[in-house]
């Protein structure tokens, strides 16, 4: 029987749609009460001190490279595995964007590479944790260690930190944990997306945590993001409510990315009910595994003994088949009703980066990695019956084909 299984649409109740016309009733739907306690639950979800809410997980990246003083003269390093967001962040700031290749058959960047590619200009890295599993930071934070004699601090919290910033795009992660710690809580600045396709919705919207650890104050970190995300003015229009309190200052020509109490009741109830969302996920990535023909695809492993994965996609790699195949593959599996995606084509391919002078031949891990790469549909709106449904036709497109 045809079944209609979208990709990844928003997972949405009355919970959220009644904490929304809460925000409404109120008279108050910009930045205020319900995201400061989106940001508090966060955190405590997180075991982070504190935690900030922006209008996007790219603002969040953004911002904390400015905060970091990171600019014209330095360079970012990054995976060429990954959407534009990861990189296009260095190029907002005006830093030298590096990108270094993806392992063999993995998803992650060669940390050889990443190794290879730091300089005395190198001030961030940024990892991607791709589809909600976690990077090896523990290699991450091997290889940043063994260069700090080249590491020379351009501002106070790069002095704090004594090395080169990593910065991870967790925008997949939230709910992950590696070796016990929650995503969020394990690199030194972590950026969380609530796109509309992402495990947690506010619509639009993301989150930056950090861990407690790193010399920094957490107070004087969320002062500046407060101020660099809202005009650099010294008092938002929360604090401006109360009698009497109009005056304000703008210490610095700050930017505009902060979130609204409409999103923020939308990722309230979202949060809300998230561990019963990531049960779910991961009763859904088991059926895959249990009813896929592992002799004809390779598919990616959430969970293992240093990682719980949050679950967010399901990727997978149709074995010794090209690019050709896969584009048919994605074409049938829609005439079955089954809506698939690829993650990622990887940066070089782009015309943004060949115009900065990458080359995909350079990256033959990330070109290998994508030119067999299927994402199928996994969503906390499917059922166990529709990933049966969706691997039995995977199962018959691979014989036939």
């Not at 409510?241 to 902060?258: A, Q, R």
């Not at 990256?363 to 049966?388: G, Q, R």
């Amino acid at each position: 029987m045809y079944r209609d299984i979208p990709f990844s649409p928003p997972d949405i109740t009355d919970l959220e749609i009644s904490n929304v016309i809460d925000v409404l009733r109120s008279g108050w739907i910009t930045t205020g009460a319900q995201t400061k306690l989106f940001e508090k639950k966060l955190a405590e979800s997180c075991t982070t001190e504190k935690a900030v809410c922006l209008n996007s997980a790219t603002a969040c990246m953004e911002l904390v490279l400015r905060m970091f003083g990171i600019g014209p003269g330095d360079e970012v390093i990054t995976c060429s595995y990954t959407y534009t967001a990861s990189a296009s962040v260095a190029c907002h700031v005006g830093a030298k964007l590096v990108l270094v290749d993806a392992q063999t058959d993995d998803f992650h960047m060669d940390y050889d590479k990443l190794a290879e590619a730091i300089t005395e200009n190198t001030k961030a890295i940024i990892p991607i944790d791709i589809a909600g599993i976690l990077c090896d930071y523990d290699r991450i934070y091997e290889i940043v260690n063994s260069k700090k004699q080249l590491f020379h601090a351009k501002n106070q919290y790069q002095e704090a930190l004594g090395r080169i910033l990593v910065l991870a795009d967790s925008a997949h992660g939230f709910g992950a944990s590696y070796k016990g710690k929650k995503s969020g809580a394990v690199a030194d600045f972590t950026c969380f997306s609530f796109h509309a396709v992402k495990n947690i919705t506010t619509g639009e919207g993301g989150a930056i945590t950090w861990r407690p650890d790193i010399g920094l104050d957490s107070g004087d970190i969320y002062k500046q993001f407060m101020l660099l995300s809202l005009h650099g003015q010294s008092k938002d229009a929360w604090a401006k409510l109360k009698p009497s309190s109009w005056e304000y200052d703008v210490i610095l020509p700050g930017y505009k990315c902060n979130m609204t109490d409409i999103s923020a009741a939308i990722g309230l109830g979202q949060l809300e009910r998230y561990d019963g969302l990531l049960k779910k996920r991961k009763k859904l990535i088991q059926a895959y595994n249990d009813n896929l023909p592992q002799d004809k695809i390779t598919v990616l492993q959430h969970d293992t003994e240093n990682q719980s994965s949050s679950g967010h996609l399901y990727l997978t790699r149709l074995k010794g088949k090209n690019l050709d195949f896969r584009n048919r593959f994605i074409q049938q599996m829609s005439q079955a009703g089954v809506a698939c995606n690829v993650h990622y084509k990887p940066l070089p391919m782009h015309t943004a980066y060949k115009q900065m002078g990458f080359n995909i031949q350079d990256f033959p891990n990330s070109y290998a990695l994508f030119e067999n790469e299927v994402t199928l549909p996994l969503n906390s709106k499917m059922t166990v019956e529709d990933v049966c449904y969706v691997a039995e036709h995977v199962r018959r497109l691979l014989l036939s084909l």
